[in-house]
């Protein structure tokens, strides 16, 4: 079945980088989106951006557009999304997610996913 | 960016009532792509719908969908125990970026 592995929690200092990683196995790796989404304490989900590998398209939220870098290597079947300029309130579980594309006029594009990894904690403190 | 709103912000129900949970969207969400997750404490999200009113795999009917334009809805027909935690909507319709509600959470009455 498919499963997600990501690495594990991180403690950063602020204006450091992270990188998670998202291992994927169970079915094709290059045909499907994989979402990068964060949950704060308490608080809901906020999407950050995707990566269509088969298509070699990345999208981000504006929101983090310079911040952050989403790549996949698809000979290890492994997505990572790597957060620089780290501030606490950064602090968070991020998700790796699975899930679909669709295709309109601004090319290839991520939807819903229907499988995530258990998340990583990463928290941002001096 | 396409702003999603949910409502009620929590819902207080017993096992066995419906639940209807509401997700209002600033535009138009074109395709209608729009998901339903429900998330448990210390889970991952759940994907329950997509395309607005498509049930995933392995879900139980009696979670359904329906809307479109800048309504949804989700329906909950007769409550179990185990669906009681926090639902969030998710449109995908003009990404990037991807958005999503800010939850309710439904609770034991």
């Known amino acids: 079945q498919v499963q997600l592995v990501q690495s594990g929690a991180e403690v950063k200092k602020p204006g450091s980088s992270v990188t998670v990683s998202c291992k994927a196995s169970?079915?094709?790796?290059?045909?499907?989106?994989f979402s990068w989404v964060r949950q704060a304490p308490g608080q809901g989900l906020e999407w950050l951006g995707g990566?269509?590998?088969?298509?070699?398209?990345?999208r981000y939220a504006q929101k983090f557009q310079g911040r952050v870098t989403i790549a996949a290597d698809e000979s290890t079947s492994t997505a990572y999304m790597e957060l620089s300029g780290l501030r606490s309130d950064d602090t968070a579980v991020y998700y790796c997610?699975?899930?679909?594309?669709?295709?309109?006029?601004?090319?290839?594009?991520?939807?819903?996913?229907?499988?995530w990894g258990q998340g990583t904690l990463v928290t941002v403190s001096s | 960016e396409i702003v999603l709103t949910q409502s009620p912000g929590t819902l207080s129900l017993s096992p066995g009532e419906r639940a209807t949970l509401s997700c209002r969207a600033s535009?138009?969400?074109?395709?209608?792509?729009l998901a339903w997750y429900q998330q448990k404490p210390g889970q991952a999200p759940r994907l329950l719908i997509y395309?607005?009113?498509s049930r995933a795999t392995g879900i139980p009917d009696r979670f359904s969908g329906s809307g479109s334009g800048t309504d949804f809805t989700l329906t909950i027909s007769r409550l179990e125990p185990e669906d009681f935690a926090v639902y969030y909507c998710?449109?995908?319709?003009?990404?990037?970026?991807?958005?999503f509600g800010q939850g309710t959470r439904l609770e034991i009455k």
């Open positions: 997610a699975r899930g679909w594309y669709y295709y309109d006029d601004r090319g290839h594009n991520p939807q819903h996913s229907d499988y």
């Open positions: 169970g079915g094709s790796f290059s045909s499907y989106a």
């Open positions: 990566i269509i590998p088969i298509f070699a398209t990345i």
């Open positions: 535009q138009s969400v074109s395709g209608s792509y």
């Open positions: 395309g607005a009113s």
């Open positions: 998710q449109q995908y319709g003009r990404s990037p970026p991807i958005t």
